[in-house]
């Protein structure tokens, strides 16, 4: 079974923000496959389903982006799962323009605090992210207040094709691709 979360921070004021692509995301694999995502547990929503014939769980940590770890550490011991291949995690990524995916199967948090605290509490840096385009925070602004914040029409509308790429490259991964979705998405598609 792979455990597919999505970081983002619980309650209304939060949806749709920067910080919040995970969710978003999580929510476009949900919509594709069917799954409910109404089960509390493991201080997350969660969901369980199908995708291309592999059992799911799909997860949204509700413990705040900072502390997702807690939630993921929880899922991952009581599924008895492996990180390195069986958790695929989605969350945002200033560095990247909105509309852009970057699927890497390791790696250091990069100074995502929500990262940051799977890595600690999985005691690994290995498990398949994909990294959602949330575009940079413009000179002079609080990275807080641009995260939080909501995107213009335009990139919400980039970032929403990434959030159907995403659930594209999510197959593949599922399917043991993984390069071939690295392939896929981590490079500009023609005409961009």
């Known amino acids: 079974m792979y455990i597919i979360a999505g970081l983002g921070n619980p309650g209304k004021q939060y949806e749709h923000t920067r910080h919040n692509a995970g969710?978003?995301?999580?929510?476009?694999?949900?919509?594709?496959y069917q799954i409910s995502i109404t089960e509390k547990k493991h201080k997350a929503l969660c969901g369980k389903g199908v995708i291309d014939g592999t059992k799911v769980l799909l997860v949204k940590p509700q413990t705040f982006m900072n502390l997702s770890g807690q939630s993921l550490r929880e899922v991952v011991d009581f599924y008895k799962?492996?990180?390195?291949?069986?958790l695929i995690v989605f969350y945002d990524d200033i560095s990247l323009a909105p509309g852009r995916l970057r699927?890497?199967?390791?790696?250091?948090?990069?100074?995502?605090?929500?990262?940051?605290?799977?890595?600690?509490?999985?005691?690994?840096?290995e498990f398949l992210r994909i990294k959602v385009g949330v575009g940079e925070k413009p000179a002079g602004w609080d990275l807080a207040d641009h995260v939080l914040g909501r995107m213009n029409a335009s990139d919400r509308a980039d970032a929403e094709k990434a959030f159907a790429d995403a659930v594209q490259a999510v197959s593949l991964?599922?399917?043991?691709?993984?390069?071939?979705?690295?392939?896929?998405?981590?490079?500009k598609k023609s005409g961009e």
């Open 23 to 32: 969710f978003d995301v999580i929510d476009c694999i949900a919509d594709q």
């Open 81 to 86: 799962a492996d990180p390195a291949s069986e």
């Open 103 to 125: 699927i890497r199967k390791k790696g250091s948090a990069g100074g995502h605090n929500g990262i940051k605290s799977i890595i600690a509490e999985l005691g690994t840096q």
């Open 173 to 187: 991964l599922i399917n043991g691709q993984a390069d071939k979705a690295m392939n896929d998405f981590n490079t």
